[in-house]
């Protein structure tokens, strides 16, 4: 061990050993002026990295011949907060990850590169200088109210107005050239001036909604206690007002000069989400997701941080974002598997919200149609307020479910019938339809009529899905593509036909029966169709005008979306989940199937839901149907309850993979053979203790061309789980074997797959 009277820098860097660096201070700076939080670069190996300040030392066990001076003190303050310090530890040492990694992908891209804060210029919009009064008045009589309102906006600020605030107003790039085109407006560049959020008077753009009883008394029991840490669960059927209630909570915030955080789980939200916003509050707002450039996300970051942006409206890494001042947070959605990162370190965002609200001491709200069985046993144990929203706002109703038996029918694209009448009853009456199907591409497979051969992935044990817009098959695990074979590869046969329905060819079958009949739009609304930047948003303003028409599409439609003319929703397949090999599918499948039909009826006119099934018989698909979610939930619960799986008991999945199985499978019995070890020497086994299931290969065990198995550790109580976690990693990271695969470890998993 050496001593260094110049202090030592304890750094972690973003490289995956499980531990800190000890470097010298760069030369002619004293650690003394120093603070844990700042960015440092340093050399490391062959190469400049940029690490995180932890602590300052005195004493190091590297000798102080082999010690390396720092190359630069990036940051003259800290970029991290102490409860952001104290939240990425934390994460990184539940979730058994890289403390320099996790801190990594709590920044920006820009500042983990490096990007010098103190030489921060914003650009801004300014008019003209040689502004052409003859545009102007072109801009006026041209079709084009939101170039007009911005135009309208930048004149009143003569010495410009920051990009970032033209954004969180709504006006986006494209909008402002478009108008620099014109002639009317020219960007500059100069250093930001900064308002914060509580400045802009006044707080509220319009007034909020008349709250019926029990929005009150929910927005009542939240904010009784905005000055210190609660978690509360918001239990609210689809369409019941959630939505309202978190606005006028963070309102609330707003108005103690607090800044709010809402997670939402998908980028397709946040349109809709910001729309919501922007209408209610006159404070800037922040958005963060993955869809933004990395500059654009440096700037929503900075900010939040600053306190100019009073609302951060994010995905799930946006549970990092520092705030100024911290008021509250909201996980909207709560139940959606988006909010678990299942690359790198795979934190819950969901999990962490808890712990930061603790860490800044304010409320956590967790909002939900179909809450998570993990925070419905935490609301049962009393350990989250629960607070139940029954009654659809304003004057609709919940919508009428009902099962239709497919069995021995004859299918048009998997659609029954009966509900085939009910869609085109439904166009009559100038409403809109949902048919859900969670499955992309024309077919989920190719068959050969002759000898019943399917076509598989080279690299994956799946079926290469069917596409006809381009007419390819693609495999949705590992992106592989090919043309369509001329015969089959087995029998010679050119015989070659779909098999199954996807949302393409449900979209064929639907044009051809109505869209041909009269002006009936069929939108397919999938990963496919909506690949462009904007189109989703496109889609949703065409939906919005409640012209008749027909909307077929997978999942991404049914988290959170409001489309008032959407009176039926068809859901063309609902048992798949119910006899998934994952103990969660039917948790997931329920809470999908009430997602989708919560579409239904969401404003004046009734709601109707046709659930298309070939298994009407089933005790869980019936409960839920006809029990709702409450007693469908319950029944789950008791189940795992008796068999001991979460939330009753806790898991780490150790997966690894290789181009071939042998080395991957020696490595995970190396792996259970050293566990076994501790758990006996360290009393760590036992009715409380853990268990070790496995090695045994995954689910899919191909993909991607590699082979993959996985080892369970589960224990009713975390303490034991963690305790061996922390012994067996580091001899894991010391077997020869992993130069050979890859391996990782994923705490709570979500998806056993």
């Known amino acids: ?109 820009l500042l983990r590169q490096g990007y010098d804060l103190s030489r921060e210029v914003h650009e801004f919009w300014q008019p003209a200088l040689n502004l052409d009064t003859q545009a102007e008045t072109a801009l006026s009589r041209a079709r084009a109210p939101r170039q007009q309102e911005a135009w309208n906006l930048i004149k009143q600020h003569q010495d410009g107005i920051s990009s970032e605030a033209l954004r969180s107003m709504g006006f986006d790039r494209t909008l402002l050239k478009n108008l620099a085109n014109r002639g009317l407006i020219e960007a500059i560049e100069k250093a930001p001036e900064f308002q914060l959020f509580y400045q802009h008077e006044p707080l509220l753009k319009s007034s ?21 840490f609660s978690a509360t669960l918001l239990h609210g059927v689809t369409g019941s007002g959630k939505t309202e209630v978190y606005l006028q909570a963070i309102a609330h915030a707003l108005a103690n000069k607090q800044q709010a955080l809402v997670l939402v789980p998908e980028i397709g939200l946040t349109p809709q989400t910001m729309a919501r916003f922007r209408e209610r509050f006159n404070v800037p707002i922040a958005v963060l997701h993955s869809g933004l450039t990395d500059r654009e996300r440096l700037n929503g970051w900075l900010a939040a941080r600053r306190g100019e942006a009073g609302i951060v ?27 678990k990162q299942q690359d790198s370190v795979r934190y819950s965002s969901r999990d962490l919200a808890l712990y930061r609200g603790r860490l800044e001491n304010i409320p956590v709200v967790l909002g939900s149609a179909t809450p998570s069985l993990e925070t419905l046993h935490n609301s049962q144990t009393h350990k989250f307020r629960y607070l139940q929203l029954q009654q659809r706002a304003g004057n609709a109703r919940p919508p009428a479910l009902e099962l239709i038996d497919i069995r021995n029918q004859q299918l ?85 036909s779909p098999v199954g329905q996807g949302t393409e060819r449900t979209e064929e079958i639907l044009e051809q029966i109505f869209a041909k009949k009269g002006k009936v739009d069929v939108m397919r609304i999938d990963r496919d169709s909506m690949r462009k930047k904007h189109s989703f948003q496109e889609m949703v303003e065409k939906i919005h005008k409640g012209n008749p028409a027909i909307l077929v599409g997978t999942q991404m439609l049914a988290k959170g979306h409001h489309f008032p003319a959407v009176t039926l ?37 009734p709601g109707k839901v046709l659930i298309q099934t070939g298994n009407p018989e089933n005790p869980q698909l019936q409960t839920l149907i006809h029990q709702g979610y409450d007693a469908f939930s319950r029944d789950i619960i008791h189940q795992r309850s008796t068999i001991g799986l979460p939330p009753f008991s806790h898991i780490a999945l150790i997966s690894s993979e290789a181009p071939n199985s042998q080395p991957v499978e020696e490595f995970l019995n190396n792996s259970a053979h050293i566990a076994r070890d501790i758990i006996e020497a360290n009393n760590l086994g036992g009715p409380e203790g853990v268990i070790i299931i496995g090695p045994m290969p995954a689910p899919m065990e191909k993909r991607q061309g590699r082979i993959r198995w996985q080892l369970h550790l589960q224990a009713r109580n975390r303490k034991p789980l963690h305790n061996l976690l922390y012994r067996l990693l580091p001899s894991m990271e010391q077997d020869p074997l992993t130069r050979k695969i890859r391996w990782s470890i994923d705490v709570d998993p979500q998806d056993m797959s």
């Open 1 to 109: 061990m050496s001593a260094n009277s110049s202090g030592i820098l304890r750094l972690a860097l973003p490289v995956n050993l499980r531990r800190l660096f000890d470097y010298l201070p760069p030369h002619n700076i004293h650690t003394g002026s120093l603070t844990p939080g700042v960015r440092v670069r340093v050399p490391f190996r062959n190469r400049e990295i940029v690490g995180i300040l932890i602590s300052l030392e005195t004493e190091s066990e590297v000798p102080d011949n082999k010690l390396r001076p720092a190359s630069e003190i990036l940051d003259s303050n800290p970029i991290f907060s102490e409860a952001l310090i104290k939240l990425v530890n934390w994460s990184a040492d539940y979730y058994h990850h890289s403390i320099g990694d996790t801190f990594s992908q709590a920044l920006p891209a």
């Open 208 to 228: 909020p909604l008349v709250l019926n009883n029990e929005q009150e008394r929910a927005l009542e029991s939240i904010t009784c206690e905005m000055h210190q």
């Open 313 to 339: 409206i994010a995905t799930r890494s946006g549970i990092f974002t520092p705030l100024l001042h911290p008021g509250i947070i909201i996980i909207d959605e709560e139940h959606d598997l988006s909010y």
């Open 412 to 496: 048009q694209g998997g659609i029954a019938p009966e509900s085939l009448a009910a869609i085109q009853n439904t166009l009559k009456q100038g409403q809109q339809v949902l048919v859900f199907l969670n499955r992309r591409g024309y077919a989920p497979t190719l068959t050969c009529d002759n000898c019943g051969w399917l076509i598989d992935c080279l690299n994956c044990d799946a079926h290469l899905t069917l596409h006809r817009s381009p007419l390819h098959l693609h495999c949705h695990h590992c992106d592989y593509r090919q043309s369509i074979p001329n015969q089959c590869p087995n029998c010679h046969s050119p015989e070659l």
């Open 569 to 605: 929703v068809v859901i063309v397949n609902a048992d798949t989940g119910f006899f998934s090999a994952d103990f969660r599918g039917a948790e997931k499948t329920g809470q999908l199937i009430l997602q989708v039909a919560g579409r239904a009826g969401r404003a004046d006119q």
